[in-house]
């Protein structure tokens, strides 16, 4: 939602640090709450008569029963990644935020048939679609958000099963069709932790791999999680841009 010349000063809570909590006690509170309790309240009253809404219920399926506004804020100015390291880049996502990340990024933004930020999301497709885009662009963000959603439901099935898809329909299909380039570098890492038993996200250290192919090391007995950030032999970045800095710049 777009406020023109709206209020920036409002403390809006995001909705999945609430879960099971009564929102009474959460509603907006500031510089022209009001405006904005209103469109949430109005909002109620118009998706509880929408068509969508009435066949979800006959189906025994939630309704969308709700808008909720949270993290707000005003346009940022930022840089392009050209601007900034001289090298074109795309992304692939399901989630509106971080393509609005990436069109300030200046990236093309690739659209994938079937994407859907959940368990059931088309994970091969967005693996196809990353190597295709590199054969045009230098650098590619792809980004999945099933595994934080599952977080979210407080599913341990679904969080394993959003692992165990990425790891397989993603990992395994990227470095596949990154065979086609004769050098090329990997940067994995979660933008960080959303634990099942918690549902919401935390401020721990998220464990990142970086890999070049152009380096022989051998770390296939060195697991991938979070038990990595306790180790003393490893790169730390207490400020999130320099891990960047060091992928482009200095790797």
């Not at 009474?24 to 510089?31: E, M, N, T």
Request: charged residues 30%.
């Amino acid at each position: 939602m777009v406020w023109s010349g709206g209020d920036v000063d409002i403390e809006c809570v995001p909705p999945h640090d609430i879960l099971g909590k009564d929102i009474i006690d959460y509603l907006p509170v500031g510089d022209g709450e009001q405006v904005i309790r209103n469109i949430m309240q109005e909002s109620v009253n118009i998706l509880e008569r929408h068509p969508i809404n009435l066949d979800r219920v006959k189906k025994g399926k939630n309704p969308g029963n709700s808008v909720w506004l949270w993290g707000q804020g005003r346009r940022p100015k930022m840089p392009t990644f050209y601007e900034k390291y001289e090298i074109k880049g795309a992304l692939v996502s399901a989630v509106d935020l971080t393509k609005g990340l990436g069109i300030y990024a200046g990236f093309e933004i690739l659209e994938v048939p079937g994407m859907t930020g959940w368990i059931d999301t088309n994970y091969k497709g967005k693996a196809d679609a990353t190597i295709d885009a590199l054969k045009r662009v230098d650098f590619v963000y792809l980004h999945v958000e099933s595994p934080d959603e599952a977080g979210h439901s407080g599913s341990v099935d679904n969080k394993i099963r959003a692992i165990e898809d990425f790891d397989k329909f993603v990992v395994g299909n990227v470095l596949s069709g990154l065979k086609a380039f004769d050098e090329y570098r990997i940067l994995l890492l979660p933008d960080h932790p959303t634990p099942v038993c918690m549902r919401t996200h935390t401020a721990d250290p998220v464990p990142f791999v970086l890999f070049d192919s152009r380096d022989s090391i051998d770390n296939k007995d060195v697991a991938y999680d979070e038990t990595i950030t306790e180790r003393n032999d490893i790169l730390v970045f207490d400020e999130g841009y320099k891990l960047m800095d060091y992928f482009i710049k200095e790797l």
